[in-house]
Antibody, heavy 124, light 109 residues
């Protein structure tokens, strides 16, 4: 069965960096686009980034563009999110999620499997 | 850019029907998706493409869309349905790519 397990969260000072990982099982990353989303404490869901199923394209929310980088390692079946120049407003639970479309980059995004999330706290 | 509006809270008694709405100008143009999020858990896909149910989702969950409003209907509400519910669609109008409603807390009285 499909499982997504995030790790790498923690406490980091403003301006610092952190790299999140998402280990996938039950499918291979080169069949589905993969997303990172986040949820600030007590708030709603916010989409952060997408890497296409073929790894050729990356897309980012304006709030993280230029600071965050999404990537993947097919050999490890693991998704990553490198976060640099972190700010207080980046404090959130970060979720990885599988795009519900199979082997396509058609712009119709939804999330059929989610991880349990990893907490990132940006604070001095 | 578009926005999706959900009521912050809905309350129903067990066995009753709960209806959670999601309104916005993008609703007639795009498929709507619904997610359930229990306390301390990651979201779960409940409805895709306005009205389709993934395997394993009970039939008491259904979706519909008319005009600028999409609706998630939960028939015969159970205590275990108490959770946060979010609608979502693909934002083709700008660079945000994905748009979520603000979420609705369903309370089972």
């Amino acid at each position: 069965q499909v499982q997504l397990v995030e790790s790498g969260g923690g406490v980091v000072q403003p301006g610092g960096s952190l790299k999140l990982s998402c280990a996938a099982s039950g499918f291979t990353l080169n069949t589905h686009g993969m997303h990172w989303l986040r949820q600030s404490p007590g708030k709603g869901l916010e989409w952060v980034a997408l890497i296409s199923y073929d790894g050729r394209n990356e897309f980012y929310a304006d709030s993280v563009k230029g600071r965050f980088t999404i990537s993947r390692d097919i050999s490890k079946n693991t998704l990553y999110l490198q976060m640099n120049s972190l700010r207080g407003e980046d404090t959130a639970i970060y979720y990885c999620a599988r795009d519900g479309q199979f082997l396509t980059s058609v712009k119709e995004y939804f999330f059929d499997y989610w991880g349990q999330g990893t907490l990132v706290t940006v604070s001095s | 850019s578009y926005e999706l509006t959900q009521p912050p809270s809905v309350s129903v008694s067990p066995g009753q029907t709960a209806r959670i709405t999601c309104s916005g100008d993008a609703v007639p143009k795009q498929y709507v998706y619904w997610y359930q999020q229990g306390p301390g858990q990651g979201p779960v896909l409940l409805i895709y493409k306005d009205r389709e149910r993934p395997s394993g989702i009970p039939e008491r969950f259904s979706g519909s869309s008319s005009g600028t409003t999409a609706t998630l209907t939960i028939s015969g509400v159970r205590a275990e349905d108490e959770a946060d519910y979010y609608c979502q669609l693909t934002d083709t109008s700008g660079t945000s790519y994905v748009l979520f409603g603000g979420g609705t807390k369903l309370t089972v009285l």
